[in-house]
């Protein structure tokens, strides 16, 4: 996705424990598939506009029709999506 998709708003709207996750690496991890399931689309974090950060900034579908970005890790994120070349 574009960096400038990623805007305040959304990443204000919500964050992984809108699955019931913690943003913790082990409930991530054990959680990869929920993660899979509503990701629609990611960018580095350091090309993002707003909060620019290491790792991966990836943007989720809720099964309410929201949408709302949070950061993954590196690591994180290769779990999650590891057909995915970093």
Not at 4 to 10: A, S, Y
Not at 17 to 37: D, P
Not at 59 to 68: E, G, L, P, Q
Request: proline share 7%; glycine share 6%.
């Amino acid at each position: 996705m574009y960096p400038e998709q990623f805007t305040h708003d959304l990443w204000a709207a919500g964050t992984l424990s809108v699955f019931g996750l913690e943003t913790r690496h082990y409930s991530i991890a054990a959680n990869q598939g929920l993660i899979r399931r509503h990701a629609i689309g990611y960018c580095p974090g350091p090309d993002l506009f707003v909060r620019p950060k290491p790792g991966m900034a990836v943007m989720f579908w809720t099964d309410t029709s929201d949408a709302f970005w949070t950061h993954l890790t590196v690591a994180e994120f290769a779990i999650c999506f590891p057909e995915i070349e970093l």
